[in-house]
């Protein structure tokens, strides 16, 4: 009912800001996070008229998106990764819980981890429901992302097909629509015809190795432009007042009594008594550094793109059977990603026999792109969990709380994410949302397990 | 007039012959030997392209891999490719090419309005609008704007191959350094794999026939080596072959082109368009040289305006005139080789303008000689000419290189040919995650620590420009490779290959950003990134905005993210945000480098694994006969399985249901080979299984059999089967027919990981056995008709197995029963399934024997109440939820995912148990994975739901629909009303036992 509440009224405050005063140019935005923090004018907010306005002035007058602050002793909560998970987590402490005097730790470049690598698909349609409540909240607040961060984070609801080329999938397909519904979530299950319709590039020839007996589609589901989500997290947080540090490496975590008392940085000791980790594959290091175990493992996970073509395909296109997925960018590129490296690893790159796999389901279900050529291939390391769910939760140290075990798909939960760690963090419990996903359920057994039901878990 | 900027003599092509082409729908000739660039500049073509961003007109901007401009789409479809580089596709007869990212055309572009509005298109813009209402909005259009070429739109008919070579040196580049590495290896003995992306050895020779290597001039040199290479048995040169990736402990891959350069009706059927190699390599030499860097300067992008070695390139090697009047811009003295020879091919040559304040080095000092006009310490302030360039520009600068004086001398040109200094190619080297360090001298990064063993860089990719040094340096790197290879010198060896000095281009002097008569950003671009039309004001604004990372600007920016990858524009964009934060350039630092090199086809990463043959398709002896009766079949993993038998009529319903009702009346026959089948040997095999079943197997006596379940570490249902006691040390366990490969993986990883001292050997007999399954009250009637076996249930009782002859064949035999009916699986090695299996039918025909599919085993076991892992079990579910308690040793002390069992969630009464469900009507059958809830409402969502139908059919034997699901708390709620609610309508069932037909088992004993 609150969340509803608060809904509406974020809602509200969007829409005022985006009537746009013509003879100034100028927004009433008084009440958007962006606007109010301390370094912030008018000029600061982005619009096709201040863009404009700029223009005449050679864009020479546009401010910095977010300022570069030297590390102050002491902050009321510190956040470290400054991937998109804990920027958003910091840009929520601020605006839902007042908390200002924060700072987000990034080892190196905001965005740089899995958010700027991944292959940006968005849906929410989880089978369980407990994933279904988490990863649609995200959703919802994905439909006003741009606007509420004053920064165009592109979200393009082109809609998610899920192919089925057996009987299992079909089952499963069944299984998690009929879930979807009654979660409250869009989904339809189509079959092969109906899936040509929806994506034309689609090849239903007899004779496939693995030919598509039909999909699930979510058409809310969809892709997200990756950087954005992190600078304009990033942009809207520092207008807050949140303080975020780049190129400060956490390397030590002091605790006392069972209590976190700061942290170690290659920019001097931090003090804090709530610490938030955010740090995907990094996430079994510091919580060494902490002194407590995690149930993660860290593996590779590689994508590549083509080089740009004009529109070819119009969807997301997954497939657990052949294992790959892929969707068009923007620029025209198609983005495919695939299964994770067989081995545990820190190097950022992916396997070439992986890339051979995954391009030949590529061929296979799209026999068109077989002369389209990779123009660049990368890797990320994700954080796996036991049952392939996220664990956003206390830990053993008190004050100290972790957001990890997104594995090969928290991209699309990022805003859902970093709302509910906040939530977390700011009141020392979890919300509703996220309670399910403690770290205890190692022990206790309450898994959420999304291995069988997604198959390809992007 | 035909190649009218083609020269009388010179260059490595074959005027006796012509070729024809088209471009954009005109038809051009040029010759065997041209690249499609060559060519359309030997017949005045230099507008090619359209960029990105704001459609400029571009044109043949360099003459390799590089090149950020002339992409075109080549062929029709089928066969067509867009984004390919004219300069580095090979001319044939016939070829088509034709511009993209252009309408209407080419000369005339539409969208070319960008450009006028790109005041209002800085980097970025996109992120700060199109908000409102939504981005959906504005996608479209701006998705269409985007994109350069066009996929093609049929199915590619081509085929590709994919191949492994193993060498003792890879030497990538044939160039001159690649050539003196790979001979002085070769002659040692050593197995040297030379891949050159280009159609020719020589490299950067080519462009320079005339200079000396020991004494002779240089073509001759790369000629004999090329011989000399292919003499020797262990060394391979392979042309038109592009190492594209660099992987840990020397695995690399090689794209080869093969037959991309021959006309299409003239390509060699048996030969695959393009191959991929994948390489490992003891030793690798990395000779792969160096791209000349552009200088920026103020509208640096027209046609017109080409690298100064490659304006050379197209003069030497392909004896073609890049222009008529010409002006060089350099800021080094290598500039001053395309000068001489433009004027020496009686090119009109304006000037050199030389950014340097005094022109020095033997070059220019040549040039001088010459009396070629030199204008140092001046700038090109900015050109002129829309689609070709008309003029350029010149003024002097100060001394700091900042600022211009005067509005700029116009001087007429069609043609400026520029050079900024050389960048080594260290693509590959830093994809291997070597580090580099920069040159201050060179004023380029050149690799410094290695992060590979056995892994040499040489020559112009080592940043080792003079030719000589570069020899020398790549001669050492061969024979040290060929050493360490194993191959020991004879001490009567040649010597180095000795040249002189030529090639070197210091001193250079570091512009980055070449002033004009306005600051940058106003009045015209600077740009950095042609294709994606990135300018100098592009790479301030992001650093303005606070995008500082050099990271942060190339992605705010896409400075170096588009085709070529940033070739010739990354050093460039580090260099102007490194003058521009005041940073020494090494601080500001390089983007990753990451593979491939130049893009890869997708069908060469799929080689032969695409169609039938992308995954094996696995079938059964039986196949055939299965495919002869008009069987339909289903995809079980990578199996074929028969699904149902129709007859002529039927439908799928009633062929299942015929096929259902027979086994249990009579005698049914089902193809069970797929099950997967793996022999556990050894003096542990007993206590290996006992850890890895939930139950005893180690009890388990000779001759008899035990139905298992195996957990994973959490505890859930990962694989079920039944498992035989052949001999005290030796069992057969059966697996499910998806999950046998994960199965023996499983196993393995606990042998060879955790339990490495227990003797236990594993072996997969899948597919050497066929396996036929007889059920039904006649099964045993039939088996003892056409075996030699004991079938009385005193020596062949249930759950036991016996060996002996079946059709004459030595068998196995199994009397194990997933139906419910007396049945007997017969296994017999696989060459004789169809003959064994033939006599059955024949020999079954007396009691009707039915073959059955998959569906109507599916159908018999759910009648019993028997679970199919994966379809009961999705990796959420334990054996106490499916009502298998008695699986679970309690006296064991352990076994694989035993201490999960007992955690306190585990054991909560409400999991998710197995239950039957009937419907309320009897007949509607429920669809499997339909949901169930509490109450038939129709409530607003979330609506809270208590289970869902793992298995559902129409039992004939039944006479109803009968249905098993996974319900939270169902054990205890028998006779319970629950409601499934689908998309049309709502479904009411009662929740039952699992068992629907002959519940207390004993139709199992005959
Ligand atoms: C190839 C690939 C494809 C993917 N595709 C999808 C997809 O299509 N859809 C989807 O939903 N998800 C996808 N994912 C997953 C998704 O990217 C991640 O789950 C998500 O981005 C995680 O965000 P994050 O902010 O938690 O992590 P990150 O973005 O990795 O941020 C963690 C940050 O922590 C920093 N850090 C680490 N150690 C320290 C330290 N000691 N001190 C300070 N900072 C530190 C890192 O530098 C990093 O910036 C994909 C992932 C990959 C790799």
């Known amino acids: ?458 | 007039m035909a190649q009218s900027f083609r020269l009388p003599e010179g260059g490595v092509i074959d005027r006796s012959k012509s070729l024809r082409f088209s471009f954009d729908g005109r038809s051009y000739e040029g010759h065997p030997g041209d690249t499609l660039a060559s060519a359309l500049l030997a017949n005045g073509v230099h507008l090619v392209g359209r960029s990105f961003k704001y459609h400029r007109p571009r044109g043949i901007f360099s003459a390799g891999a590089e090149e950020p401009n002339a992409l075109v789409q080549l062929g029709e479809d089928p066969r067509t490719d867009p984004n390919q580089r004219a300069t580095q596709v090979e001319l044939f007869d016939g070829l088509t090419a034709m511009p993209q990212h252009c309408w209407p055309s080419l000369e005339f572009d539409l969208n070319e309005t960008a450009s006028l509005a790109s005041r209002f298109l800085p980097s970025g813009f996109y992120y700060k609008t199109f908000m409102w209402p939504n981005w959906k909005l504005f996608e479209g259009p701006i998705r269409h704007a985007a994109g350069l070429g066009r996929a093609p739109r049929l199915p590619d008919p081509d085929r590709y191959d994919k191949t492994y070579a193993h060498c003792d040196l890879l030497v990538v580049g044939g160039g001159p350094a690649g050539l003196a590495a790979a001979l002085a290896a070769g002659r040692r003995g050593a197995r040297v794999l030379l891949v050159e992306q280009d159609s020719t050895l020589g490299g950067h020779l080519l462009s320079s026939p005339d200079s000396e290597i020991d004494g002779q001039p240089a073509a001759e040199w790369v000629e004999a080596a090329r011989a000399e290479l292919e003499s020797l048995p262990e060394v391979r040169v392979l042309t038109r072959s592009t190492c594209f990736a660099y992987y840990d402990h020397n695995f690399l891959g090689v794209l080869e082109k093969v037959t991309d350069h021959y006309a299409p009706y003239s390509r060699p059927q048996h030969l695959p368009r393009q191959r991929m190699w994948k390489v490992r390599a003891a030793q690798v030499v990395l000779a792969s040289g160096a791209i000349e860097r552009p200088p920026v300067f103020r509208d640096n992008d027209r046609p017109g305006i080409m690298l100064a070695s490659a304006a050379s390139a197209y003069l030497r090697r392909w004896g073609v005139k890049p222009g008529g009047r010409a002006l060089v811009l350099t800021n080094n003295d290598s500039g001053y080789r395309a000068a001489l020879d433009l004027k020496n091919a009686g090119v009109d040559l304006a000037a050199v303008i030389d950014l340097r304040l005094a022109a020095e080095g033997p070059l220019s000092a040549q040039a001088r000689d010459e009396g070629i006009p030199i204008r140092s310490g001046h700038a090109v302030t900015g050109t002129q000419g829309h689609l070709r360039l008309r003029k350029a520009f010149v003024a002097p600068m100060d001394g700091e290189g900042r600022r211009v004086f005067g509005g700029g001398e116009p001087i007429e040109c069609d043609l400026l040919a520029v050079s900024g200094g050389w960048n080594p190619t260290v693509h590959l080297f830093c994809q291997s995650k070597g580090s580099l360090e920069w040159d201050e001298q060179l004023a380029c990064f050149r690799p410094a620590r290695s992060m590979q063993r056995n892994q040499a860089v040489v020559g112009g990719a080592n940043g080792t420009f003079a030719l000589g040094e570069a020899l020398r340096e790549a001669h050492a790197a061969g024979l040290q490779a060929a050493e360490a290879a194993g191959f020991a010198g004879s001490g009567s060896e040649r010597q180095a290959p000795r040249a002189g000095g030529e090639g070197d281009f210091l001193p250079l002097r570091e512009i980055y950003l070449v002033p004009s008569i306005q600051p940058v950003g106003q009045g015209g671009k600077h740009f950095v990134d042609q294709q994606h039309d990135v300018a100098a004001s592009d790479l301030l604004l992001a650093l303005r905005e606070g995008y500082r990372s050099i990271e942060h600007v190339k992605r705010y920016t896409t400075t170096g993210m588009a085709t070529d990858q940033g070739k010739t524009s990354n050093v460039n964009a580090i260099g102007i945000v490194a003058e521009h934060l005041g940073k020494p350039v090494p601080e500001v630092g390089v983007t990753t480098f990451r593979p491939p090199y130049t893009a890869v086809t997708f069908g060469a990463f799929a080689g032969r694994d695409v169609d039938g043959l992308l995954d094996p398709e696995r079938t059964t002896p039986m196949h055939g006969w299965h495919q002869a009766q008009g069987a339909a079949f289903e995809d079980v993993g990578q199996w074929k399985r028969a699904w149902y038998y129709p007859r002529p009529g039927e439908d799928m319903h009633t062929a299942v249901a015929r096929e259902v009702k027979a086994t249990r009346d009579s005698l049914g026959i089902l193809d069970a080979t797929t099950l997967g089948k793996i022999e556990v040997r050894g003096p542990d095999a007993a206590r290996f299984l006992d850890l890895v079943y939930t139950n005893m197997f180690s009890t388990l006596k000779v001759g008899r059999c035990r139905y298992g379940l195996m957990l994973k570490e959490d505890g859930m249902v990962f694989d079920d089967g039944v498992t035989s006691r052949l001999a005290e040390d030796r069992f057969l366990m059966t697996t499910t027919t998806g999950g046998a490969a994960n199965v023996l993986d499983w196993l393995e990883e606990w042998l060879q990981t955790e339990w490495p001292e227990m003797k236990v050997y594993l072996t997969s007999v899948t597919e050497q056995w066929a396996t036929m399954t007889i059920s039904g009250p006649k099964a045993k009637a039939l088996l003892g008709e056409v075996s030699d076996l004991k079938l009385d249930s005193e020596t062949f009782p249930h759950m036991s197995f016996a060996e002996g002859r079946v059709a004459g064949v030595k068998a196995r035999v199994f009397r194990i029963s997933f139906t419910g009916e007396m049945s007997f699986e017969i296994n017999v090695p696989a060459r004789y399934g169809l003959a064994v299996w033939e006599t059955l039918i024949r020999a079954g025909a007396k009691y009707a024997i039915t073959p059955y599919g998959t569906e109507a085993m599916h159908v018999l076991r759910a009648e019993k109440g028997f679970i199919i892992v994966g379809q009961e079990t999705d990796g959420s579910v334990t054996p106490l939820d499916l009502g298998m308690n008695w699986i679970v040793s309690k006296k064991k002390p352990d076994f694989l995912g035993r201490r999960s069992l007992f955690r306190p969630d585990m054991q909560k009464p409400d999991r998710k148990q197995l239950v039957g469900i009937e419907t309320e009507d009897g007949r509607e059958v429920l669809p499997e994975g339909a949901q169930l809830v509490e109450s038939n409402g129709a409530a607003r969502p979330p609506v809270p739901m208590v289970g869902h139908v793992t298995s559902s059919y129409w039992s004939p034997n039944c006479g109803k629909a009968i249905a098993l699901a996974l319900v939270k708390g169902g054990q205890a709620r028998m006779g319970q009303r629950l409601y499934a609610p689908l998309a049309d309508r709502t479904v009411a069932c009662t929740i039952t036992e699992p068992v629907f037909f002959d519940k207390a088992g004993e139709r199992l004993h005959g």
């Open chain 1, 1 to 458: 009912m609150r969340l509803k509440r608060w809904f509406k009224a974020a809602l509200h405050r969007r829409v005022a800001a985006d009537t746009i005063q013509p003879e100034t140019g100028i927004g009433r935005c008084g009440t958007t996070g962006w606007s109010e923090g301390a370094a912030t004018g008018m000029n600061k907010r982005y619009s096709i008229f201040s863009l404009a306005r700029n223009a005449f002035s050679r864009h020479e007058n546009w401010q910095e998106a977010w300022r570069s602050p030297t590390p102050k002793p002491r902050y009321d909560a510190v956040i470290i990764g400054g991937g998109g998970h804990g920027l958003a987590t910091a840009y929520y402490l601020a605006k839902q819980h007042g908390m200002t005097n924060i700072a987000v730790l990034e080892r190196g470049w905001l965005g740089g981890g899995n958010t700027g690598r991944n292959t940006t698909i968005v849906r929410s349609n989880y089978l369980w429901d407990e994933s279904a409540a988490l990863y649609e909240q995200a959703m919802k607040l994905w439909e006003g992302l741009s606007r509420e961060l004053n920064y165009n984070v592109m979200f393009s609801q082109r809609g998610v097909l899920n192919l089925a080329h057996n009987l299992h999938d079909l089952r499963e397909i069944q299984r998690r629509v009929n879930a979807n519904r009654l979660n409250g979530i869009d989904g339809e299950v189509l079959d092969a015809q109906q899936v040509k319709d929806f994506c034309p590039a689609i090849d239903l020839r007899a004779g496939g190795r693995y030919p598509v007996l039909g999909a699930s589609l979510q058409r809310r589901g969809g892709t997200a432009r990756h950087d954005a989500v992190a600078w304009g997290y990033a942009r809207a947080a520092d207008a807050l007042g949140v303080d975020i540090i780049q190129e400060c490496p956490v390397q030590g975590i002091r605790v006392a009594d069972g209590k976190v008392q700061g942290v170690e940085t290659a920019r001097g000791y931090i003090e804090t008594n709530k610490l938030g980790i955010v740090v995907a594959g990094h996430s079994s290091l510091l919580a060494e550094m902490a002194g407590f175990r995690l149930p993660v493992q860290s593996v590779p996970l590689q994508a590549l793109v083509s080089e740009p073509v004009k529109p070819a395909i119009n969807c997301v296109v997954m497939s657990g059977a052949v294992h790959a997925y892929i969707s068009q960018s923007d620029k025209g590129e198609l983005v495919i990603g695939a299964g994770v490296d067989k081995y545990v690893g820190y190097g950022q790159r992916g396997s070439q026999p992986v890339t051979e796999e995954t391009v030949a389901a590529i061929c296979e279900m799209f026999p068109i792109f077989r002369r389209m050529r990779m123009m660049r291939q990368w890797g990320g390391i994700v954080d796996v969990c036991p049952d392939a769910s996220p664990i956003i939760s206390k830990t053993p140290v008190e004050g100290i709380y972790i957001n990890c075990g997104w594995g090969t798909g928290g991209f699309k939960a990022t805003p859902g994410s970093g709302w509910a760690f906040a939530h977390t963090v700011a009141r020392n419990e979890p919300h509703p949302l996220n309670a399910p996903f403690t770290l205890d359920r190692y022990r206790t057994g309450y898994l959420i397990d999304e291995h069988g039901a997604a198959a390809v878990a992007h």
